[in-house]
């Protein structure tokens, strides 16, 4: 199983920047890597996948175009670059992992999360 560390997180104002990081161990080329985040009170939802072979990548429509996903495949880790944050993207952040992306952002198929790293945009 593939374990996840994620890193990066913090308290930005709005518009502002951050990056995320998520280290993967057992890491391989058939997998889907990707993003969640969950906000107090509500569901878990997908943010951002990549896949690790193809580098196909695919977005919630909350965030497309502001935030990026992108893998380093020799350091085995996936990127969150987010800009132009809002206060409605503040929330828990979490890597996730499967195998193939048909489906990832069913919480449900996901097989590996990271622990988690919180967002906070102030306004």
């Known amino acids: 199983q593939v374990q996840l560390v994620e890193s990066g997180g913090g308290s930005v104002q709005t518009g502002g920047s951050l990056r995320l990081s998520c280290a993967a161990s057992g890491y391989t080329v058939g997998y889907c890597m990707g993003w969640f985040r969950q906000a107090p009170g509500k569901e878990r939802e997908g943010v951002a996948s990549?896949?690790?072979?193809?580098?196909?990548?695919n977005y919630a429509t909350s965030v497309k175009g502001r935030f990026t996903i992108s893998q380093d495949k020799a350091k085995n880790t996936v990127y969150l670059q987010m800009n132009s944050l809002k206060p409605e993207d503040t929330a828990m952040y979490y890597c996730?992992?499967?195998?193939?992306?048909?489906?990832?952002?069913?919480?449900?198929?996901?097989?590996?999360w990271g622990q988690g790293t919180q967002v906070t945009v102030s306004s």
């Open positions: 996730a992992a499967k195998v193939g992306c048909g489906g990832f952002f069913v919480t449900a198929n996901v097989r590996s």
């Open positions: 990549i896949g690790a072979g193809t580098g196909s990548t």
